[in-house]
């Protein structure tokens, strides 16, 4: 506990993102202390603000690294990350990881009401409240529950609580994440552990909620490009494919193979989501 944290030496500048923002990744290596193999090699992309970027790839390609580095809980061991020309290490941290709105594959759940599991705090706003979660499609959860936003998640302290599914869960972790704004929205595969149904409805009301936002979305599977502007594909820690899906598609390349592969799975006739 007492071992400083590196984050909080660097930078006091405030970091402004607005329409002619661009976030930068210039010949970023990383690797893991104590490994030899870099998890991120000569990495080069652009993001520019009101883009949809998606990331694809097999486990291990490097993805969750890429959004740890860009949220500066890492570090890059070679290059630099920018933000408007300027080094996201100069910006003051707090003010920095507030620009982004994350929903993370391992999002928790909390022995709480679902108001404050979505808030994380004693007081809010109602008003913001009831957006978000209209937004996110919880509105038809909160008025079967008994007690509205005061239902207690889980029964370990409340017999009359309420155990949410998965894709409930999913909702809970996007409203917590809208509920506190960001100008860049984060998916790092949250929506793994669902059916493609399920998953397919997360996106599309995600969708509309990103409208005029920036996006990063992580996945391994597919149903997320239809949210993309520009698609990246990661293998082995470097980017080897980037461009629209169109254009991809049509190179007949890595992208290709892992889009044919899904697309056929799930029009396999013996496949089932029950």
Known sequence: MSIPLRQYETGDITPIFNKDSIIEFKNVFFK??????????????????????????VNGSGKSTFIKLLTRLYFPTEGEILLNGININQYDYKKYQRLFAPVFQDFCRYYMTLGENIVLADNYSR????????????????????????????????????????????????????????????LDEPTAALDPVAEYEI?????????????VLITHRLSAVQLADKVAVFDNGSLI????????????????EMFDKQAEFYRNENYSIA
């Open 32 to 57: 893991y202390p104590g490994s030899e193999n870099y998890a991120l090699k000569n990495m080069n992309i652009t993001i520019r603000a009101n883009e949809k970027l998606c990331i694809v790839g």
């Open 127 to 186: 008003e913001r409240l009831d957006e978000v979660c209209t937004e996110s499609g919880l509105s038809s959860l909160v008025s079967k529950l008994p007690k509205g936003y005061n239902t207690q998640v889980d029964k370990w302290i409340d017999e009359e609580g309420f155990e949410p599914s998965g894709g409930e869960e999913q909702r809970i972790a996007i409203a917590r994440a809208c509920y506190h704004g960001g100008e860049i929205f984060l």
């Open 203 to 215: 996106y599309t009301q995600f969708n509309s909620m990103i409208t005029d936002k920036t996006a």
């Open 241 to 256: 494919e980037y461009g629209t899906h169109k254009q991809l598609y049509s190179k007949g390349g890595v992208y290709t």
